[in-house]
């Protein structure tokens, strides 16, 4: 038994590492030596100086607290870099988490956050075995602009109470009714907060201008840490991470697995599936932007493994959802990384923080992660792409704002969903544009001189049709309404098919089944002109469902043929008239 299972382990490895092989065992396999250790060290530390204040504040804005976003930063950053397929992708907690997390933690606790967040890692990991990874691309473009300016907006408002230091016992979870309770509360406002805020700000602004290559997060907030812990400025201190959380434990806790309740996991899956949708999107698009930074190539499946099994380490450390960062990915690679051991050590100096540092950390005020936050909100509404968007084709974006208004005004999972079916209805409108049937008689010209053969031809009952584009459901309609308008009565039809890339089973039948009415009613010879391979699939299958078959029609490879077959049955036909004539006679 233990040799049966060796065995198949053994596959199970050796099917793993051919398909989904992690980016680091690549570079490993090329060779590393000391400098290179070096490189991802310094490249690690400079993402870390960036992560910390990330972590915790997108911690806070999620709910739960600040340590639980360095337990994130460290356990989920640790296994992305370790199996992840992409060279310098760096991972932890995101803005596009956070109103999820928020919702679930508000709704179910801690054990349903868990629980969601075994959905997803299961999801991830499955679709990475299925390769789905390359079919993430297909989301469309105005969908995730959309759904990402809707997170940016929610993230925003969810900052404003500890931006002002509003004195609230409660906050709503929907929209508009919590800017009308921050309105109500606005004379309740904190100097204190105002003036760190204000501060946190105005460093963020002056380091990114003049010293581009400084943290300007973190400058900011041992900034502000120092304004209120050293120099106690303010007579009625803002709130701080201490006076709200307590204190940050100085190591990772032990890890445990949650308690299964398959009724809270029917009730928390669609949070679920929302979380493995968002982890696959922007980690794979974080790849895809750093891949053309780098113009190294990532392994999409290999990816979403990856966050899947980071996400299952994150519950079990009792970490909040994780996916790949761009801009810490962006970092890591500026920082002159060389592998995803830079993502490691990312991991190691985090901890190295919560060891040595954690006691610093409770002095942080409030007021400066929520200004760090409303910028990383502020990031996610990519005010250019939107405007380029809106600027550009009504259905992109109208799929843009109602994925917008219905992400903040109902909820993620709506904005999602509707968002994606209204792309794909005006994708199939945008389709049905490109199929054109027009009669083509010019093209029935006689190469041999004397008369005019169209004209000739068309005396003698003969029409070609011309079909340039997919001929699919979305126009199916109109391909029939445009046969039944044909006011002649023709004896041959030739329908030529060479620019027509696919059709689909509705096509399909709404040809098949013009085809079968104008042969009953008119006895009409069907000829068929350079059909595609596809195309004689779909329609092979349309005409066993109505039980016609290929004799009944006639295939030409080319124009040319299915005008020789033309004038063969055209002389078939006259002979035919003549024989009757005779009888009668």
């Not at 490189?39 to 870390?48: E, F, K, N, P």
């Not at 460093?203 to 290559?213: E, H, Q």
């Not at 003698?460 to 039944?484: E, H, N, Y």
């Amino acid at each position: 038994m233990l040799k049966f299972i060796k065995e198949k382990l053994f596959l199970f490895l050796d099917y793993y590492l051919k398909n989904f092989s992690p980016k680091l065992v690549e570079v490993l396999k090329r060779g590393y030596d000391l400098n290179k250790f070096k490189r991802d060290t310094l490249a690690g530390m400079t993402v870390a100086v960036v992560s910390i204040p990330l972590a915790m504040a997108l911690a806070i804005a999620s709910g739960v607290t600040p340590a639980q976003g360095l337990y994130t930063a460290i356990v989920a950053g640790f296994f992305i870099a370790l199996l992840g397929g992409s060279k310098y992708q760096i991972g932890g907690p995101t803005g596009a988490f956070v109103v999820v997390i928020f919702n679930v933690m508000k709704n179910y606790g801690a054990e349903g956050l868990a629980m969601t967040m075994l959905i997803a890692g299961v999801i991830l990991i499955v679709c990475g075995f299925l390769k789905l990874g390359t079919y993430i691309k297909y989301i469309p473009y105005p969908v995730v602009t959309g759904f990402t300016a809707g997170i940016g907006v929610l993230l925003i408002s969810t900052q404003i109470k500890d931006l002002l230091g509003l004195q609230m016992e409660a906050v709503p979870s929907e929209f508009l009714p919590k800017w009308a309770a921050y309105f109500h509360n606005l004379k309740t406002f904190s100097f204190a907060s105002v003036f760190i805020a204000a501060f946190s700000f105005a460093a963020i602004f002056y380091v990114k201008k003049k010293y581009p290559n400084v943290p300007s997060y973190l400058v900011a907030v041992v900034g502000a840490t120092l304004l209120v812990a050293v120099f106690a400025l303010f007579s009625t201190a803002p709130d701080t991470i201490g006076s709200k959380f307590g204190a940050i434990p100085h190591f990772l806790p032990m890890p445990r697995l949650p308690e299964f309740d398959f009724n809270l996991l029917l009730r928390v899956f669609p949070s679920g599936l929302t979380i493995a949708f968002l982890a696959g999107v922007e980690s794979l698009l974080s790849a895809t932007v750093v891949d053309g930074m780098s113009g190294d190539n990532h392994n999409s499946n290999a990816e979403l493994i990856a966050e899947g099994v980071a996400n299952l380490m994150s519950m079990a450390f009792t970490g909040v959802p994780a996916t790949g960062a761009i801009a810490r990915t962006a970092t890591n690679y500026k920082s002159h990384a060389y592998s995803p051991m830079s993502g490691i050590m990312q991991s190691v100096i985090l901890l190295l923080f919560m060891l040595l540092l954690a006691g610093v950390a409770k002095f942080i005020p409030l007021a400066c992660l929520s200004a760090v936050l409303i910028l990383v909100g502020w990031n996610m509404l990519n005010l250019t792409k939107m405007y380029y968007l809106l600027k550009g084709a009504r259905g992109d974006a109208l799929t843009l704002v109602v994925t917008l208004f219905l992400t903040v005004l109902v909820d993620l999972n709506t904005g999602i969903s509707v968002g994606f079916m209204l792309s794909s209805i005006i994708f199939m409108h945008r389709m049905s544009q490109q199929i054109e049937i027009e009669t083509d008689e010019k093209a029935l010209e006689y190469r041999g001189g004397g008369r005019d053969l169209s004209q000739v031809l068309h005396e003698q009952g003969v029409i070609s049709m011309r079909f340039s584009g997919p001929l699919f459901f979305g126009d199916a309609l109109d391909v029939t309404k445009f046969l039944r308008n044909l006011k002649s009565e023709p004896k041959i039809i030739i329908i030529r098919m060479g620019y027509v890339p696919m059709v689909d089973i509705s096509g399909a039948n709404a040809l098949v089944g013009f085809i079968e009415r104008v042969k009953k009613k008119h006895d009409t010879k069907i000829i068929l002109s350079n059909v595609k391979k596809q195309p004689r699939r779909m329609l092979h299958e349309a005409f066993l469902q109505n039980n016609l078959t290929w004799h009944n029609i006639a295939i030409a490879s080319n124009f040319e043929n299915a005008l020789k077959i033309t004038r063969r049955y055209l002389r078939m036909r006259k002979y035919q008239e003549k024989l009757a004539e005779r009888e009668i006679l």
